[in-house]
């Protein structure tokens, strides 16, 4: 489904690779989109062939990583509260900055992904006061105290953008729930009360029903928010060049409501294509833009129910259950049978849907999710997603080039040494028929045979401390 979505988008012929491009501490000050942009031409030097950048929008403060997200329709371009001084840019930049950070890549034949945070919204204008129901914490579906009436941060009027790109504006009707309020000082989770308003019920289960997450939670039941987000996705297909997107906590909102948001972009980026005179889209392996969702969950159930009832349309996942066998496998060394460390993964189970990851910003170390994977065994997990013939591998710049600690100029973190080099073998040599030898608990191994321009390759991984060997039939592969 990558290679299909991608190849509408780019020119590179390669075996496709994502390059997830920030990580949770990448420096404030509005200098992302610029480093990016300076970074095209060394990221397709090595094969990368997408990257999925950050969060675009303006979070609850200039420096937010945007997934406190505040107004989706500022990327960089207004001030949140005019007169004080605060700037138009993100974090990472200015829109005009992005446009250009996006052309520069589109140059070297590299896709971007959206990342889009449709959950929740952050840093409200102002507070309202309404009636909700507070609930339990670890069961939303349990009431714990009667209708009372709060104070809650839902007033979203945007006064810095003057209702340019539209002229919405939230309120306490627009959303389900908050987690704080302003009268009391309490902070727990209140379900908002109006009428047929109530958590979504195609979300996950667990809590009693995960719908909340923080901040003010978006009711996508409610038509003036349908229509809002109609309009937006509609928007942000036309006005930038964009390849695919990445939806934050897919596990949080409605699973109906995302599929015809997903069907409506896609059906607004044909519609863009046949206005320019171009012939239509060919579909045959995969949709126009691709699209993969973040349920971070340790479950292959949970997660091939997800993308076998997305109401027609195809999306992928991140494979979460492979980065838990990963740091599984990472803890317990030699004591790891690397037989199966693709059990009970989308790699295995779902690979058409898959993609598949080391590590990523809400793991790497500090962060809340914090699993990171030995520098002994990350070599072999990458060697994993990039060397293999299955899945669509995702590639954490806090890996490619070290990670910084909250504050630091430079990364503290170490980097991976060589990935830049096993990214390169996939453009080369990740290609053709695989063969399988996966008859040691210690040492597994496969060949792949090469195809068209691309060689071929072996692989041999030992997680071991004792002397052996392993044969592999080679054959006539092409290197």
């Known amino acids: 489904m990558s ?35 300076d970074n095209a031409a060394r990221f397709a030097a090595m094969g990368i062939t997408a990257i999925w950048i950050p969060p675009a929008t303006k979070g609850g403060n200039q420096d937010g990583t945007g997934y406190d997200i505040y107004d989706m329709w500022d990327l960089g371009e207004f001030e949140k509260k005019p007169g004080e001084g605060d700037g138009t840019r993100t974090k990472y930049g200015t829109r005009q900055q992005l446009e250009e950070c996006i052309g520069a890549l589109k140059q070297h034949h590299i896709v971007v992904y959206m990342d889009l945070v449709w959950n929740h919204k952050d840093g409200a204008d102002g507070t309202e006061n309404f009636k909700a129901i507070k609930v339990d914490s670890e069961n939303r ?29 939230w309120s306490f009707n627009h959303f389900t729930g908050v987690d704080y309020d302003n009268k009391s000082g309490d902070k727990s989770i209140y379900r908002i009360v109006g009428e047929g308003k109530d958590w979504a019920d195609d979300v996950d289960e667990e809590k009693g029903g995960f719908d909340f997450l923080l901040g003010a ?16 996705a509609k928007w942000l297909v036309r006005t930038f060049p964009i390849a695919g997107m990445r939806f934050d906590a897919v ?80 803890d317990a060394a030699e004591n790891f049978d690397l037989r199966k460390v693709l059990d009970g993964t989308m790699m295995q189970k779902r690979p058409i849907d898959a993609v598949t990851l080391v590590e990523n910003h809400d793991t790497q170390p500090g962060q809340s999710l914090a699993s990171p994977i030995s520098a002994t065994f990350k070599p072999l997990a990458y060697a994993l997603i990039l060397l293999r013939a299955e899945g669509y591998p995702c590639v954490f710049l806090g890996d490619l080039d070290g990670c910084h600690a909250e504050g630091d100029s430079q990364p503290s973190v170490p980097k991976m040494n060589d990935l830049d080099k096993f990214i390169k073998a996939r453009k080369y040599f990740g290609a053709g028929e695989q063969r399988e030898y996966w008859d040691h608990p210690n040492c597994i191994g496969w060949v792949r045979t090469g195809a068209g321009e691309n060689g071929g390759c072996a692989v041999v991984l030992c997680n071991g401390s004792g002397d052996g060997e392993k044969r592999m039939e080679i054959g006539k592969v092409r290197f």
Not at 6 to 25: C, I, R, T, Y
Not at 217 to 232: G, L, S
Not at 284 to 308: M, N, Q, R
């Open 217 to 232: 939670d978006i009711d996508h039941a409610h038509p003036d928010v349908r229509e809002e987000f109609t309009r937006y």
């Open 3 to 37: 290679s299909a979505a991608n190849k509408h988008h780019s020119e590179a012929a390669h075996a496709p690779v994502m390059l997830q491009g920030f990580e949770w501490n990448t420096p404030a000050g509005g200098n992302h989109w610029q480093w990016l942009r």
């Open 251 to 330: 596990k949080h909102f409605s699973r109906t409501f995302l599929a015809s948001m997903v069907k409506i972009m896609r059906e607004e980026a044909r519609h863009v294509r046949k206005e320019a005179g171009k012939e239509p889209f060919e579909e045959t392996d995969g949709p126009c833009l691709f699209a993969v969702g973040e349920l971070w969950k340790d479950s292959i159930e949970t997660i091939v129910h997800y993308v076998t009832n997305f109401e027609g349309e195809q999306m992928s996942l991140f494979d979460a259950p492979l980065h838990y066998n990963f740091k599984e496998a990472s």
């Open 141 to 169: 579906s349990k009431d714990i105290s009667e209708p009372i009436e709060i104070e809650g941060w839902t007033s979203f009027t945007f006064p810095g953008r003057q209702a340019k790109h539209s002229g919405f504006q």
